[in-house]
């Protein structure tokens, strides 16, 4: 997730101390990429122990996030990383409060 970025100011237009930022607990940002989503594991196979569960077919349950989304999301959750230059946040899904998507034209119909 890329970070929502800019002057962090009040609604009266007085600048906010970098401390002052970092004690809130929401943050927003624009997903980039999305992970696989959770892995789900086969009813039949539950019963059995770990370790005699093999297969390469693994099924995932999607992720409601899409890259494009613009996301808020707990920020105690979110780890920071740095990829070539650019400043993401690794973020899951379980800290995402509230997804906006744009519609698509198609959508809109």
């Given at each position: 997730?890329?970070?929502?970025?800019?002057?962090e100011?009040?609604?009266?237009?007085?600048?906010?101390?970098?401390?002052?930022?970092?004690?809130r607990?929401?943050?927003?940002?624009?997903?980039v990429?999305?992970?696989?989503?959770?892995?789900?594991?086969?009813p039949?196979?539950m019963d059995?122990?770990p370790?005699?569960?093999?297969g390469?077919?693994?099924?995932?349950?999607?992720?409601?996030?899409r890259?494009g989304?613009y996301?808020?999301?707990?920020r105690?959750?979110?780890?920071?990383i740095?990829?070539?230059?650019?400043k993401y946040?690794v973020?899951?899904?379980?800290a995402?409060?509230?997804?906006?998507?744009?519609r698509?034209?198609?959508?809109?119909?």
């Open positions: 997730m890329a970070p929502e970025e800019g002057e100011r009040t609604n009266v237009g007085l600048y906010l101390p970098p401390t002052a930022v970092e004690t607990q929401v943050q927003g940002g624009r997903i990429a999305t992970g696989p989503g959770t892995p789900m594991t086969e039949a196979s059995d122990e370790w005699k569960i093999h390469p077919d693994v099924k995932y349950l999607p992720m409601q996030a890259a989304d996301a808020l999301f707990f105690k959750a979110a780890v920071e740095t990829f070539e230059g650019t946040l973020v899951p899904q379980a995402i409060l509230v997804l906006v998507r744009e698509t034209p198609e959508e809109l119909e």
